[in-house]
């Protein structure tokens, strides 16, 4: 009977280390999972493949013509092209779109707020895209409606999935 109960302590004792050995495993294969989940989720976030801005003055016959003098443009045309990502998820996509000025200061709202990396930073506006994976061309048209364009350099950001797709400037005369 001595002899079982040792046997049996042992054997106990060994069982003991494999679940402590499977536990440790365990939580080495969630950790894993879970970088690469977030490597994942960085790889499938959408990018712009190039962004082109031009200051558009609106005519009194309604049209629209390029222009680059601050005090003549109306509104700013924000042209891309979002790359091809075969992880990224087809479908509609939110853009924000934060406008910095030449000054330095974005052009937002305080209430207008998205997250970017568990981040809030505020956006001057968004618009919903159908995006649908080969290499699309957009247009945003923003017009600032409480200031009139000043002379500088004109910064835009364009933010989707949780991250900066891309960004841009263009130069008011």
Known sequence: MRIKNQLL???NSQLNEK????EAKAATLVTDNNVLTD???KASSIKVSNVHIVGIEEKRNGSLENENKARRIDKLQINFTIADNPLASIGKKNIFVRVINPKGNLIANSEDL???HGEK???TFKESINFNNNGQEYQFIWTD???KFQKGAY???LYADDAIMGRSSVVLK
Request: charged share 25%; net charge negative.
């Open 9 to 11: 302590a042992e054997t």
């Open 19 to 22: 679940v402590k050995e499977n």
């Open 39 to 41: 490597k994942i989720a």
């Open 114 to 116: 998205f997250l970017v």
């Open 121 to 123: 930073l505020q956006y």
């Open 145 to 147: 409606d409480a200031h």
């Open 155 to 157: 910064t835009v950001l």
